[in-house]
């Protein structure tokens, strides 16, 4: 079992930056992969970047405003995003995975069963 919790969304102007926290803990983390979605309004889950957690294997993802952390001891798994957009808006979503210690992190949400609460992120133009 894995125990997921996010904090940090908020309300923020475009071209501001934000980071996101997600407290992660359980028995499964060791051989879980966790990752960021995302969910606009109307639109389905996207996902956002991933890790293994184990491993720090990373996702493909883009780089160019988002920056993706973990610290082990701490439990972190942190998401930075720079230069926001009114687009970037949504219910950011923590979730872990824990078929593999190893390999590409999951990129499908279906794939994930553990989740946080979610944390509102809410940019203005």
């Known amino acids: 079992q894995v125990t997921l919790v996010e904090s940090g969304g908020g309300l923020v102007q475009a071209g501001d930056s934000l980071s996101l926290s997600c407290a992660a803990s359980g028995r499964a983390l060791n051989r879980s992969g966790l990752a960021w979605f995302r969910q606009a309004p109307g639109k389905e889950r996207e996902f956002v970047a991933g890790?293994?957690?184990?491993?720090?294997r990373i996702s493909d993802y883009d780089t160019s405003r988002f920056a993706l952390s973990r610290d082990t001891a701490k439990g972190a798994f942190d998401l930075r995003i720079r230069i926001l957009k009114p687009e970037d808006t949504g219910v950011y979503y923590c979730a872990a995975d824990t078929s593999s210690a190893f390999g590409p992190p999951e990129v499908a949400a279906g794939n994930y069963e553990y989740w946080g609460q979610g944390t509102q992120v809410t940019v203005s133009s």
């Open positions: 890790i293994r957690w184990r491993t720090g």
